[in-house]
DNA sequence: ATAATAAGCGGAGCATACTCCGTTTGTCAA
DNA sequence: TTGACAAACGGAGTATGCTCCGCTTATTAT
């Protein structure tokens, strides 16, 4: 890579990044981040081919962070395992509240498949939600488990979270409510 | 209304129709659609706000016949109540299958929270969902059940249905695993 | 029938995502 | 150092969703 493209590669991100803290994602356009780096509009779609995949580069530290911390936490598990995917959940949605703008521009853009579901951080998400579901989930298969991660990030992406907070739901609700709903449950 | 402003409705939907037995949804422009029905954009946008709300109105008849029949099916129960859950799951998946490029739209555009959730046909969908699940969630709360109604369509959106269709699950396999996760359980 | 009026029409125009391609520049072999 | 060239640049151009507003027309009261 050369040098020029990579300085103007950071600019882009540190563009965007003030950009995004100065008004709503939805609010800055393409052509704002590339006026404010000051590079032509070419040069940012050449770095980064639509804006969820910016979206998806400003978040990635953000979501590395999130998983290696919840890694190290289902590694010594301090409390019962029912109580242990509750907090997990309540983590979960605490970090996505944080980066609710960036994570909607990613799940709702015209590019999620490629985007989200065939980045490398879906898989890993899809792999620690595993291991968070692993304790609760007794007897199934890993292609079941799997199904489940998959459907537990699902049910909690924006559009659908969103609507829940709307009618009403608190974050803790939600948690409890998802927990019910995951964990084996006999009446 | 005016009457000549019934007509242009009808020639929008017919128009529309039209264009999307002919090639993909996400083909067909909203110019396009004011162009073949004969009127200006300015019409188009003021009988539909946008793309989604005219894909809404022409799957309005299809899904309400879809909840209409199966209404009756749960009405009178001909088999477990497990068996009546999986077969109600196949047979939603089948419609939407049937339907799917109408529901992306509706699902992945700008205004789902308008076109989607906020609309009656929503309600209508989540109180079906609801009398399905009821059978086979003993002990909950309504509300805990409206929350349930609410995850199961969320988990099969176009989206998440497409991914995992796209991981090599058919329609039967995915409508077993929901069923598995729905359905109470007891090892 | 006619005039008044509100309901509706249409398309120019705007915003934004994204592409294309002629020009420039960093890199590296000689 | 310099020449050659791939890599990268930038901005004009395109496509599309959607708005705005001056003009037209159906309706209705007289």
């Known amino acids: ?109 015209p590019s999620v498949m490629s985007t989200f579901y065939h980045s490398p951080l879906y898989q890993q998400l899809v792999n620690l939600t595993m291991q968070a579901l692993k304790p609760i989930s007794d007897n199934i298969s890993k292609a079941e488990l799997k199904f489940r991660a998959d459907m537990l990030i699902s049910m909690l992406k924006s559009d659908s979270y969103a609507y829940q907070r709307e009618q009403g739901l608190t974050r803790e609700q939600i948690a409890i409510n998802i927990s019910h709903l995951m964990i084996k449950r006999c009446d």
């Open 1 to 109: 890579m050369r040098k020029d493209a990579q300085i103007n590669q950071q600019k882009i991100l540190d563009a965007a990044a003030n950009l995004f803290k100065e008004r709503a994602v939805s609010k800055v356009s393409m052509k704002d981040i590339a006026q404010v780096a000051g590079i032509g509009t070419g040069t940012l779609y050449r770095n980064f081919p639509n804006k969820s995949e910016l979206c998806m580069a400003l978040s990635l530290d953000y979501i590395q962070q999130f998983i290696t911390g919840e890694e190290a936490q289902l590694q010594n598990p301090s409390s019962s395992a029912n109580k242990q995917f509750e907090d997990f959940l309540t983590r979960w949605l605490e970090f996505r509240e944080r980066r609710i703008q960036l994570l909607t521009e990613i799940e709702t853009g």
